[in-house]
């Protein structure tokens, strides 16, 4: 047990790194300027490291529930962790050498960070469904509202990573069947949508945890839990319509 604690402390600590990481470039983008939207921008390096470090930290709090070997638990989260690294890496490679970092087939080197990058979104998809499916196991060691937010929690994250998913294989078929420059434009149609699912892994298992501290009994967490499901359910389907409607 006491290992199995340093090791979340150490996702915890690399999760705060790419925060500090996304941070800093935030900086960057005040102090130099340049456009925030665009397929070379500050905002990627500054938005994926907040965002990874943000996820990395959310899905080794969350993996703590699930019905896991301690094992399995570790290499899951390992691999994740550096799969993250991994993405942001190359982001900010990219945006410090003034160039787009996905759908990039401009070079060999550009097309290699591309590849990798297209890669490393294959893995957070392998490792995030394993967790995913684990999450709908049986599970008694959890109060009835925390396993709906786990639940919950992991099926907005997989509509995030299929959105992203769908937005890259959009960006590649325009960029080998029309044109470079327009892949970069259309690659982000479903930005919105992919940025709001991302994060119901955190918010809504925060919230179960939240209410656990306030005293309700857990009829009525659930039915809490369940509401606050609905609406985020609603908040992804505002956002994927408006993505389609303005793609």
């Given at each position: 047990?006491?290992?199995?604690?340093?090791?979340?402390?150490?996702?915890?600590?690399?999760?705060?790194?790419?925060?500090?990481?996304?941070?800093?470039?935030?900086?960057?983008?005040?102090?130099?300027?340049?456009?925030?939207?665009?397929?070379?921008?500050?905002?990627?390096?500054?938005?994926?490291?907040?965002?990874?470090?943000?996820?990395?930290?959310?899905?080794?709090?969350?993996?703590?529930?699930?019905?896991?070997?301690?094992?399995?638990?570790?290499?899951?989260?390992?691999?994740?962790?550096?799969?993250?690294?991994?993405?942001?890496?190359?982001?900010?490679?990219?945006?410090?050498?003034?160039?787009?970092?996905?759908?990039?087939?401009?070079?060999?080197?550009?097309?290699?960070?591309?590849?990798?990058?297209?890669?490393?979104?294959?893995?957070?998809?392998?490792?995030?469904?394993i967790m995913?499916?684990?999450?709908?196991?049986?599970?008694?060691?959890?109060?009835?509202?925390?396993?709906?937010?786990?639940?919950?929690?992991?099926?907005?994250?997989?509509?995030?990573?299929?959105?992203?998913?769908?937005?890259?294989?959009?960006?590649?078929?325009?960029?080998?069947?029309g044109s470079?420059?327009?892949?970069?434009?259309?690659?982000?149609?479903?930005?919105?949508?992919?940025?709001?699912?991302?994060?119901?892994?955190?918010?809504?298992?925060a919230l179960?945890?939240?209410?656990?501290?306030?005293?309700?009994?857990?009829?009525?967490?659930?039915?809490?839990?369940?509401?606050?499901?609905?609406?985020?359910?609603?908040?992804?389907?505002?956002?994927?319509?408006?993505?389609?409607?303005?793609?």
């Amino acid at each position: 047990m006491g290992s199995e604690r340093r090791v979340e402390r150490l996702w915890y600590v690399l999760g705060a790194v790419l925060i500090a990481a996304g941070i800093f470039h935030l900086a960057v983008f005040v102090v130099d300027g340049g456009p925030w939207e665009g397929p070379v921008s500050w905002r990627k390096p500054a938005t994926f490291g907040l965002s990874f470090g943000l996820t990395l930290i959310s899905i080794t709090w969350v993996a703590s529930y699930l019905p896991l070997g301690e094992r399995l638990r570790t290499v899951l989260l390992g691999v994740f962790a550096a799969d993250c690294f991994v993405e942001v890496g190359g982001i900010t490679l990219q945006a410090w050498r003034g160039v787009p970092s996905h759908i990039n087939r401009e070079t060999a080197f550009d097309s290699a960070v591309s590849t990798v990058l297209a890669a490393g979104g294959g893995v957070l998809i392998v490792v995030l469904g394993i967790m995913a499916v684990t999450a709908f196991r049986p599970n008694t060691r959890v109060p009835a509202d925390m396993r709906l937010a786990l639940r919950a929690g992991f099926v907005t994250l997989m509509i995030g990573l299929a959105t992203g998913a769908a937005m890259i294989a959009r960006g590649v078929i325009e960029a080998n069947t029309g044109s470079q420059e327009t892949a970069y434009v259309v690659t982000g149609f479903l930005k919105l949508a992919h940025g709001v699912s991302l994060h119901g892994v955190l918010v809504l298992p925060a919230l179960a945890w939240f209410l656990a501290f306030v005293g309700w009994n857990e009829s009525r967490r659930l039915s809490a839990v369940r509401l606050a499901t609905t609406g985020y359910g609603l908040a992804i389907a505002a956002a994927l319509v408006y993505s389609l409607l303005n793609a």
